[in-house]
């Protein structure tokens, strides 16, 4: 996990995970609509897993 990718994950989540495909930037746009905190644990989540 890059620098880069932490940064834009904390300032927009769902462009951070664009490229685990179109179900995880559907879930971390769904958590950062419903609050931005969670959007980005989800995000940070989603980029730390090594699949």
Known sequence: MSVWR???SVI???LA???KGCG???I???LTLLGW???VI???IILNNRK
Do not use: K
């Open 42 to 44: 989800a995000a940070l």
């Open 24 to 26: 995880s930037i559907l």
């Open 12 to 14: 927009f989540p769902p």
């Open 28 to 30: 971390v746009l769904l």
């Open 17 to 19: 995970v664009y490229d």
């Open 6 to 8: 932490v940064i834009l």
């Open 37 to 39: 905190i969670p959007g």
